[in-house]
T-cell receptor, first 118, second 114 residues
């Protein structure tokens, strides 16, 4: 089954304690992305990756890091979390191949990680 | 600036009534357009998409959307809603085909009353 898997689903932590949210996809997608969802703001892109070892900032990258050492994994790292990073986080992936017009540009989302930073 | 607007924060409709959720975007060309649904505690599920061609697109769960270039709109419709349609709905747009970024509207929360 095609899946984007995020872990953990729920996380409560304290200010300054480094954490990593993992994201893995089994669809061999080139593109992966992290979004955060906040009430009244919709989803905003944090970082994205077009392929292995290729990452770039989205709209709200401050306080976050990512890496893409393998095609299937795209972890989100918070080196020193702060309360303003309390949010619902989504990982997404999509194919960049132009062969399948139906599948191109469709992003598949994980179930989300609800993070609370105290 | 490129933006997506969903003017209705919250809509309440009766079960069996018709539904229209509005979405407008600000962009000089035709972007890729999507509607996603988020049920409580769940991730986002794609309802439908528009890339090109026929401006009326059909999606899953009986939803459809119509792209109107002149109005820069992509409104979502359903002729008869079911209680299970209660959820939050997001319009999303890809403006930049280079980075594939989805720009989301702020969402419309749909409540269904019996």
């Amino acid at each position: 089954e095609a899946q984007v898997t995020q872990n953990p689903r729920y996380l409560i932590t304290v200010t300054g304690k480094k954490l990593t949210v993992t994201c893995s996809q089994n669809m061999n997608h080139e593109y992966m992305s992290w979004y955060r969802q906040d009430p009244g703001l919709g989803l905003r892109q944090i970082y994205y990756s077009m392929n292995v070892e290729v990452t770039d900032k989205g709209d709200v990258p401050e306080g976050y890091k990512v890496s893409r050492k393998e095609k299937r994994n795209f972890p989100l790292i918070l080196e020193s979390p702060s309360p303003n990073q309390t949010s619902l986080y989504f990982c997404a992936s999509s194919s960049l191949r132009r062969i399948n017009q139906q599948g191109k540009n469709i992003q598949y989302f994980g179930a989300g990680t609800r993070l609370s930073v105290l | 600036a490129q933006s997506v607007t969903q003017p209705d924060i919250h809509i309440t409709v009766s079960e069996g009534a018709s539904l229209e959720l509005r979405c407008n975007y600000s962009y000089g060309a035709t972007p890729y357009l999507f509607w996603y649904v988020q049920s409580p505690g769940q991730g986002l599920q794609l309802l439908l998409k528009y890339f090109s061609g026929d401006t009326l697109v059909q999606g899953i769960k009986g939803f459809e959307a119509e792209f109107k270039r002149s109005q820069s709109s992509f409104n979502l419709r359903k002729p008869s809603v079911h209680w299970s349609d209660a959820a939050e709905y997001f319009c999303a747009v890809v403006f930049n085909f280079g980075n594939e970024k989805l720009t989301f509207g702020t969402g419309t929360r749909l409540t269904i009353i019996p």
